[in-house]
């Protein structure tokens, strides 16, 4: 999808081919989107974040010792900050001191993100933590005003790369490079590719929270072209996910029995035609070497959560 039109013209680009149908998945985040994803962490099939909670948790104090003691953390989505505090910790009490810049569109996820570090941080100081309320690209631009010396550690947690397509994940890394400088460092956490069964239980959990996420934002783009989706028409619509082994990606699709058309926009999906609205690509070692390399970085450390615990590669 274009990474320039605003949501309107992508919506309508998306809905107007006539086959392969597709929405932007950041129409998803509305407050009753972000208030799913919420509860789509905490369940048992989402392995994704206790994973990744893990992972820091355990292994934070191995990570900090690639990242210089001179760096600033600077974190693209902190929400919370809940993971990037296993970070800061270890990164404190190995170098005795830590600066940080949380960058959010939301101000509530900054202020708790504040609150978090500040409880959660031995020893840290107020003065050292800044929040900026911006999108990442305006937020990373203005971290950059504000230490236009300092050596830069971009961390981007949350495996959210895993919802770009190749080719628009290269140009976020390389836009990321362009803002910060050719020296800094990128802490990047990806979803590694797995077992069929356990990437399909993931995203189509028993409780279904997943299908209410994907199918509020199917209402949310077809809000933006005008049409409100009542109750019934939304229960009609069915959601299911596919495992795509060629691009190594979950699809996320809703499939409309009767289909829909918005005159006025010359809208016309068909009936039982399906709607991919979000996919989360999973990655191989080699995968993300490529990222790299397309991106103009290279990898200087790695770790893995597995089978055998943490691998360093
Ligand atoms: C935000 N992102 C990394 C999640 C993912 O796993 O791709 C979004 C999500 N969609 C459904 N469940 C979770």
């Known amino acids: 999808m274009g990474a320039l039109a605003g949501p309107f013209q992508e919506v309508l680009e998306g809905l107007q081919r006539s086959s392969s149908k597709q929405i932007p998945f950041s129409l998803l985040y509305d407050d009753k989107g972000s208030e799913l994803y919420e509860q789509i962490v905490e369940l048992d099939e989402y392995y994704p974040y206790a994973a990744e909670t893990h992972l820091l948790e355990e292994y934070a104090p191995l990570i900090v010792r690639s990242i210089p003691a001179d760096c600033v953390l600077v974190e693209l ?58 999108d990442y690209m305006e937020g990373l631009t203005q971290a950059r005003q504000a230490f236009p010396n300092k050596l830069f550690c971009v961390m981007w947690l949350g495996s959210s790369i895993g919802n770009l397509v190749a080719e628009d994940a290269v140009s ?77 990606r979950v699809e996320m699709w809703v499939t409309f029995p009767s289909g829909l058309c918005i005159q006025k926009h010359n809208v016309h999906i068909r009936r039982g035609e399906s709607v991919l609205v979000e996919f989360s690509r999973k990655f191989t070692v080699q995968d993300l070497q490529e990222l790299a390399t397309r991106s103009n970085f290279y990898i200087q450390g790695a770790w893995r959560s597995g089978l055998y615990g943490c691998q360093i590669l």
């Open 77 to 134: 989505g902190c929400g919370s900050a809940t993971k990037s505090g296993y970070l800061l910790n270890a990164f404190h009490s190995l170098h005795g001191r830590c600066h940080y810049v949380g960058i959010d569109v939301s101000q509530s996820f900054l202020k708790q993100a504040h609150t978090n570090l500040l409880g959660n941080v031995h020893g840290l100081k107020p003065s050292s933590l800044h929040f900026i309320q911006a």
């Open 172 to 248: 976020f890394l390389k836009k990321t490079l362009s803002i910060v400088g050719p020296n800094c460092l990128l802490f990047l956490c990806a979803d590694q590719w797995k077992d069929t069964s356990t990437l399909y239980k993931a995203y189509h959990d028993d409780k279904g929270v997943t299908e209410a996420f994907i199918k509020n934002g199917m209402k949310n783009a077809l809000a933006l072209l005008g049409h409100t989706v009542s109750k019934e028409e939304l229960d009609s619509w069915s959601y299911h996910v596919q495992i795509n082994s060629k691009l190594r």
